[in-house]
């Protein structure tokens, strides 16, 4: 019987895959999160892969995540869009869940812009909340690079002072500026394994802990893409905030309503974004 394939042999047959399917070399990778994937409709001639067909690629298994890469030029940039992604609550290990972001890095792209809907903690926010992520809190219990390094995608201990480019928050924030965009913030983002949401005490111990917004993603793809050397951005829609004192049901289709509703607030920015280069 021939061996499971190591974890390298399925990112290059992966990237193979992609590669010979490619126009061009993509420049910045996009995650969507939930309820904001609509960006993906606006690609120019874009190439679109479902994730089914890419092998050794994870599976979306959430509602509001669709699974499809595309590729294709928008605002006059080569992209290639997650339209959803992959959480460590579905039960990947950190490393297999940001598997696409491994390929995409060795495929060329040099910049992640990643998104979400989290969760506000910081009580001056409020829902429709656009934060720019300066920093982040690792609490899921797991971490990409684990186990050994390949010394030929990045470091074995890679320096994470700045995970969040400071060129491109200063970019971010000029763009919104200029776009006038209301209910701005920035903050540091906490991830945590999911899938149950905060108990009330929780959410007080995550604000003690200095974090602004919470959510179950982001963390992992973030660590692997500065890891592979990749300069990222990292925007949270906040979809509802959490007052432990007088704490409400988090509903998920809350959360997908409100950032859905948020959503053309996050393309202006997002686009605005990748013209100003
Ligand atoms: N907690 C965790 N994740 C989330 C939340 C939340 O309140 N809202 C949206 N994603």
Same mark, same amino acid.
């Given at each position: 019987? *021939?061996?499971?394939?190591?974890?390298?042999?399925?990112?290059?047959?992966?990237?193979?895959?992609?590669?010979?399917?490619?126009?061009?070399?993509?420049?910045?990778?996009?995650?969507?999160?939930?309820?904001?994937?609509?960006?993906?409709?606006?690609?120019?001639?874009?190439?679109?892969?479902?994730? +089914?067909?890419?092998?050794?690629?994870?599976?979306?298994?959430? #509602?509001?995540?669709?699974? /499809?890469?595309?590729?294709?030029?928008?605002?006059?940039?080569?992209?290639?869009?997650?339209?959803?992604?992959?959480?460590?609550?579905?039960?990947?290990?950190?490393? #297999?869940?940001?598997?696409?972001? &491994?390929?995409?890095?060795?495929?060329?792209?040099?910049?992640?812009?990643?998104? /979400?809907?989290?969760?506000?903690?910081?009580?001056?926010?409020?829902?429709?909340?656009?934060?720019?992520?300066?920093?982040?809190?690792?609490?899921?219990? +797991?971490?990409?690079?684990?186990?050994? /390094?390949? +010394?030929?995608?990045?470091?074995?201990?890679?320096?994470?002072?700045?995970?969040?480019?400071?060129?491109?928050?200063?970019?971010?924030?000029? =763009?919104?500026?200029?776009?006038?965009?209301? &209910?701005?913030?920035?903050?540091?983002?906490?991830?945590?394994?999911?899938?149950?949401?905060?108990?009330?005490?929780?959410?007080?111990?995550?604000?003690? =802990?200095?974090?602004?917004?919470?959510?179950?993603?982001?963390? *992992?793809?973030?660590?692997?893409?500065?890891?592979?050397?990749?300069?990222?951005?990292?925007?949270?829609?906040?979809?509802?905030?959490?007052? *432990?004192?007088?704490?409400?049901?988090?509903?998920?289709?809350?959360?997908?309503?409100?950032?859905?509703? =948020?959503?053309?607030?996050?393309?202006?920015?997002?686009?605005?974004?990748?013209?100003?280069?």
């Amino acid at each position: 019987m *021939p061996s499971e394939p190591t974890f390298p042999q399925r990112v290059e047959e992966a990237r193979v895959y992609l590669l010979e399917r490619l126009h061009a070399e993509p420049e910045v990778l996009l995650v969507l999160g939930t309820g904001l994937g609509h960006l993906a409709g606006m690609i120019e001639d874009p190439l679109l892969v479902p994730y +089914d067909a890419i092998p050794h690629f994870p599976r979306t298994t959430v #509602t509001g995540h669709h699974g /499809n890469l595309l590729f294709g030029r928008l605002r006059g940039r080569q992209v290639a869009i997650m339209q959803g992604r992959f959480h460590y609550y579905e039960g990947y290990s950190a490393q #297999t869940l940001t598997m696409p972001i &491994r390929v995409l890095s060795l495929l060329g792209a040099r910049e992640l812009v990643v998104s /979400n809907a989290a969760g506000g903690l910081n009580p001056a926010f409020e829902p429709g909340t656009l934060m720019l992520i300066n920093d982040h809190l690792n609490f899921i219990p +797991d971490n990409p690079l684990r186990g050994p /390094n390949i +010394d030929a995608w990045g470091p074995r201990f890679p320096d994470l002072s700045t995970a969040y480019d400071r060129g491109l928050l200063a970019r971010a924030r000029a =763009c919104a500026r200029r776009l006038e965009l209301d &209910r701005l913030a920035e903050g540091v983002y906490v991830a945590i394994p999911g899938p149950s949401l905060e108990t009330p005490a929780e959410t007080r111990y995550l604000r003690h =802990c200095g974090a602004d917004a919470v959510g179950m993603s982001t963390v *992992p793809e973030v660590i692997v893409a500065r890891h592979a050397g990749m300069r990222v951005l990292g925007v949270a829609v906040v979809s509802n905030v959490n007052d *432990p004192d007088n704490f409400k049901p988090i509903l998920l289709d809350e959360i997908i309503r409100e950032s859905e509703a =948020c959503a053309a607030r996050l393309e202006r920015l997002l686009l605005e974004f990748l013209r100003d280069e």
